[in-house]
């Protein structure tokens, strides 16, 4: 299954978090109103649930936390209903679907799973991304390139309908970060608190590394996540894990390379993945000694039917692979498989 190339729509500066997220639903309306139709997951669990009085204290207390929180993103959301045509009740799901979607029950998320290798070693530092998806993610993602009032611009791979970015990005002030979703047990969750959606767009205004963790210990999330955080001007990279409850824990990455699936790694949460587990497992038999080593890595497909790296459906599809270079300072998007394929965008960073 093939996506057609990535569209790069450029945004801003806009007099506030409304007309930014106007201007990008009225770009992509046809691939937002797509998304939203064919997302299963919506459609058959989520809109049900939003519709039944059981989620009314659950909506309410996730509505008001995160439009208090960051008002100028929830004009986001708002901005981008109305842009698009699409409903605000439909939009505010898909970005705050991993705080609701533990509380339907039989519920069945399989929306995200990605796979990151990093290294920062004398002769290479890099971080190299797999972003992961359900199927009908496929041809419904594009790339903003927003400028903020601030002088702050930024760059990010984008869900239709979600706020940039749940997968990765970068902006002016030279970080970069990628994304892994943790999914912890039901009780490790807090009902109501902070979306990730929420706290990644967040990240694209983050000054350096240290701004980004501040960011991101201080959010009071619902649910847990994996930060790969990326400052090209300090050649640095740290993996992030957090918990509910302002719960983190952190790793430098060095010379020896890591790497991360979806699940937690050195934060002890309660979780089960079975997915993560075989290619956690795969990863310690492959060669990781040069870039080449990274992308043959990461577009890795013989070693498990059912759970690959590299992923070709039919549930779950990779729809691209990001390469942070961090000396050359560039991010490099490579459509298809990163061992075969390459890059169609290079982006340079800072």
């Given at each position: 299954?093939?996506?057609?190339?990535?569209?790069?729509?450029?945004?801003?500066?806009?007099?506030?978090?409304?007309?930014?997220?106007?201007?990008?639903?009225?770009?992509?309306?046809?691939?937002?109103?797509?998304?939203?139709?064919?997302?299963?997951?919506?459609?058959?669990?989520?809109?049900?649930?939003?519709?039944?009085?059981?989620?009314?204290?659950?909506?309410?207390?996730?509505?008001?936390?995160?439009?208090?929180?960051?008002?100028?993103?929830?004009?986001?959301?708002?901005?981008?209903?109305?842009?698009?045509?699409?409903?605000?009740?439909?939009?505010?799901?898909?970005?705050?679907?991993?705080?609701?979607?533990?509380?339907?029950?039989?519920?069945d998320d399989t929306n995200d799973d990605c796979s990151d290798i990093l290294v920062v070693g004398e002769s290479v530092a890099v971080a190299a991304h797999n972003?992961?998806?359900?199927?009908?993610?496929?041809?419904?993602?594009?790339?903003?390139?927003?400028?903020?009032?601030?002088?702050?611009?930024?760059?990010?791979?984008?869900?239709?309908?979600?706020?940039?970015?749940?997968?990765?990005?970068?902006?002016?002030?030279?970080?970069?970060?990628?994304?892994?979703?943790?999914?912890?047990?039901?009780?490790?969750?807090?009902?109501?608190?902070?979306?990730?959606?929420?706290?990644?767009?967040?990240?694209?205004?983050?000054?350096?590394?240290?701004?980004?963790?501040?960011?991101?210990?201080?959010?009071?999330?619902?649910?847990?996540?994996?930060?790969?955080?990326?400052?090209?001007?300090?050649?640095?990279?740290?993996?992030?894990?957090?918990?509910?409850?302002?719960?983190?824990?952190?790793?430098?990455?060095?010379?020896?390379?890591?790497?991360?699936?979806?699940?937690?790694?050195?934060?002890?949460?309660?979780?089960?993945?079975?997915?993560?587990?075989?290619?956690?497992?795969?990863?310690?038999?492959?060669?990781?000694?040069?870039?080449?080593?990274?992308?043959?890595?990461?577009?890795?497909?013989?070693?498990?039917?059912?759970?690959?790296?590299?992923?070709?459906?039919?549930?779950?599809?990779?729809?691209?692979?990001?390469?942070?270079?961090?000396?050359?300072?560039?991010?490099?998007?490579?459509?298809?498989?990163?061992?075969?394929?390459?890059?169609?965008?290079?982006?340079?960073?800072?």
């Amino acid at each position: 299954m093939e996506s057609k190339r990535l569209e790069i729509f450029e945004v801003g500066p806009c007099k506030d978090g409304f007309e930014m997220g106007f201007l990008i639903g009225q770009r992509f309306s046809t691939m937002i109103k797509s998304r939203l139709q064919n997302d299963l997951i919506l459609q058959k669990q989520m809109l049900p649930f939003a519709q039944s009085p059981h989620s009314i204290p659950l909506l309410t207390s996730l509505s008001q936390t995160n439009m208090n929180k960051f008002p100028i993103y929830w004009d986001e959301l708002r901005g981008t209903a109305h842009g698009s045509g699409a409903s605000f009740l439909e939009i505010m799901l898909v970005n705050i679907r991993k705080e609701i979607l533990p509380f339907i029950p039989k519920a069945d998320d399989t929306n995200d799973d990605c796979s990151d290798i990093l290294v920062v070693g004398e002769s290479v530092a890099v971080a190299a991304h797999n972003e992961d998806a359900n199927v009908a993610m496929v041809g419904h993602t594009y790339l903003v390139k927003g400028s903020l009032r601030n002088g702050v611009s930024f760059t990010a791979y984008t869900y239709a309908g979600e706020l940039p970015s749940c997968a990765f990005g970068f902006n002016s002030h030279g970080l970069a970060f990628t994304l892994n979703s943790v999914p912890p047990m039901r009780h490790e969750i807090a009902a109501g608190r902070v979306g990730r959606n929420f706290i990644s767009r967040d990240l694209l205004e983050a000054q350096n590394i240290d701004d980004a963790v501040a960011r991101i210990c201080s959010s009071e999330a619902s649910v847990g996540h994996s930060y790969n955080l990326i400052d090209v001007n300090t050649r640095r990279i740290l993996n992030v894990e957090t918990a509910s409850r302002n719960r983190c824990s952190f790793h430098e990455v060095g010379a020896v390379p890591f790497f991360h699936a979806n699940m937690y790694l050195h934060l002890k949460v309660q979780q089960a993945d079975e997915n993560s587990l075989s290619r956690q497992k795969r990863a310690t038999v492959l060669p990781t000694a040069s870039r080449s080593d990274f992308m043959s890595l990461l577009g890795d497909n013989n070693n498990n039917e059912k759970y690959p790296i590299y992923m070709t459906g039919p549930l779950l599809h990779t729809l691209c692979t990001a390469v942070v270079d961090l000396d050359g300072k560039t991010l490099s998007i490579i459509e298809g498989n990163p061992k075969e394929r390459e890059a169609s965008f290079v982006f340079p960073i800072s």
